[in-house]
């Protein structure tokens, strides 16, 4: 006999950077939400400033002197706190989507320029939002788009930039970015060091990895963090559910028309590639509420999934995760949960710029081409489906671009012979990431006892609740590389507007930043004394 839905989903289930295995993913769209609400709330809290959007002719191939073909690059500028030539310019660089006026309004830049007299700018990224070269996005254009095509891109601005607004030589530009952007902040000091004096990498990933496995379990840690609200109940709900959902989907058109319903789903989940792209939906939902938790603009963080799932028990876990999906389709304003794996796959293959939010497109082409970051689910340790597998997200690569699996991982490898992986050796670098707390469990509760035994440190040791931290750097490697963990923060969360909720470690760490990049004004300013003294004669 089949068992009710109810059944099947157990004591139950728990409701970037961006989820790239599939476009649109709930991930990056509840990802874009946070964005668009903290937007939003710089826009009430700024008054009109000097912002002025500018455009740089850029070549389209900057390696190849002899290519004439060029493309407009959009950047902004906000001189509200600009008070010399001489001071120093604060550099927002742009990652995987569109960027606006608020890119020199918010996050670090903004916020410490009033301290230093900084001019500050952001520069779109090539082939995002509305810096898309002509001839759109189809794969021969494409080959055009890379971590060092941008980081060309940033060099070039840096002196278009400083003929445009007079900026003195002796100026020192100091880079921010937060996840894939953080990377580039960090490799472009890293690769132009006579252009960026420094940097602050938030969040960033600077390892490549093919098969990111760590994702989930960072999501699992956390969904079993007391600190944020988690507990092993809500992660022993999560693993009982997905295993449940699993053999309901596998049962016949009956219980598969009834979890359509129940959960929400666009449409039939008869073809098992429609049932994966439901389960990596379900799977983004609790990947957001980790990776964007207690953000401002996050709609679900790990507290209140794991109320709304727990607390509905007696009713059936169903109801729980119901609620879960509702406040998630409404703040999307979707009217269903996309399960159609051949839409997706069609969004990806789209050709047609998109000028706002993320590009999934080309941030998938990336990821087949440099950095890998596929989210899998393949071991015990992992709460979510088994179907996840790197191989079924590869296949993707080859359907949207012909890329074979070998060619995937041979650009993931380069990628980090290239930088240097968590080891970049860079100078006056600071990475900061998030950073939660999983107690110490030397007898744990029974029900977890399964989960134990496969990953025993997975209740020992420190957790970060940014899922992206495992491919950062966090640990100081040298003098002027240091790094800062945020106990209690979650994705780029240092980079979010400030709010009187903020943890006390975000205040701390911000705090941190801002000395930071006083020591690194201060030796600016000593080397531009030292450059400007007059070199002793010889008689002398």
């Known amino acids: 006999m089949v068992p009710t839905t109810a059944f ?64 407009l690059q959009r950047y902004w500028v906000n ?44 520069l779109e990224h090539r082939f995002y939002g509305h810096s898309i070269p002509p001839g759109g ?43 894939y952007a953080g990377s580039l902040a960090a490799w472009a000091r890293l ?68 979890l359509q319903s129940e959960v929400r789903a666009c449409g039939p989940l008869e073809a098992p590639e429609d049932q994966d792209e439901l389960l990596e939906q379900l799977e983004g939902l609790v990947g957001a509420a980790v990776q964007y938790d207690q953000q401002v603009g996050a709609v679900l963080d790990v507290r209140s999934l794991c109320h709304l799932l727990l ?15 509702q406040l998630v389709l409404k703040a999307l304003d979707l009217p269903c949960l996309p399960s159609s794996k051949a839409a997706a796959l069609a969004e990806l293959k789209d050709t047609r710029p998109q000028a706002v939010g993320l590009g999934y497109r080309q941030w ?19 709460p979510f489906s088994r179907r996840k597998t790197l191989s079924a997200q590869l296949q993707l690569c080859a359907q949207v671009f012909g890329l074979s699996l070998a060619s995937v991982a041979k650009a993931v490898t380069r990628t980090n012979t290239y930088y240097g992986g968590r080891s970049p050796g860079a100078t006056r670098v600071f990475f900061v990431n998030g950073k939660g707390w999983i107690g110490e469990s030397r007898d744990p509760p029974s029900q977890l006892s399964f989960l134990v035994s496969v990953s025993p440190f997975l209740f020992l ?27 209690g923060t979650s994705h780029c969360s240092d980079m979010a507007p400030p709010q009187p909720s903020d943890p006390p470690s975000l205040h701390l760490g911000r705090q941190k930043i801002l000395q930071q990049l006083k020591i690194w004004l201060q030796e600016a300013e000593v080397a531009q004394a030292l450059a400007g003294r007059p070199k002793p004669s010889d008689d002398q």
């Open 364 to 382: 998938f082409y990336q990821t087949c081409t440099e950095f890998g970051y596929y989210i899998t689910c393949e071991d015990l340790s992992c």
């Open 311 to 325: 607390v509905n028990q007696s009713r059936g876990p169903l109801s729980g995760l119901q609620d879960a999906i």
């Open 137 to 179: 996005l189809d794969i021969a254009q494409l080959r055009f788009l890379s971590s060092r095509h941008a980081l060309a891109d940033v060099a070039s601005a840096c002196v278009h930039l400083s003929a445009i607004y007079n900026i003195s030589a002796s100026s020192p530009w100091i880079a921010f970015g937060g996840s």
């Open 8 to 71: 099947l989903l157990g004591p139950l289930l728990l409701a970037s950077l961006w989820g790239v295995s599939t476009a649109r993913s709930l991930l990056s769209l509840l990802g874009d939400h946070v964005r668009e609400v903290q937007a939003r709330l710089v826009q009430k809290l700024e008054e009109p400033s000097p912002v002025k959007e500018g455009w740089l002719w850029q070549p389209l191939d900057p390696f190849n002197s002899s290519d004439q073909r060029f493309f």
């Open 461 to 487: 040791f420190p957790g970060d609740i940014d899922p992206w931290h495992v491919l950062s750097v966090l640990q100081a490697l040298e003098p002027s590389e240091s790094a800062m963990l945020l106990r």
């Open 191 to 258: 690769k132009f060091p006579h252009l960026i004096w420094a940097a602050v990498a938030s969040s960033a990933p600077v390892q490549a990895q093919l098969d990111f496995s760590g994702y989930n379990q960072v999501v699992s840690r956390s969904l079993a963090d007391p600190a944020v609200g988690g507990s092993p109940k809500c992660l022993m709900a999560v693993a009982q559910a997905f295993s449940d959902l699993d053999f309901g989907l596998s049962e016949g058109k009956e219980t598969q028309a009834l």
């Open 79 to 122: 001189t509200r706190h600009w008070t010399s030539p001489d001071g120093p310019v604060f550099l927002h660089i742009g990652g995987e989507g569109s960027l606006g006026q608020n890119s020199v309004l918010k996050g670090h830049p903004a916020t410490l320029a009033p301290h230093w007299g900084a001019l500050v700018v952001s």
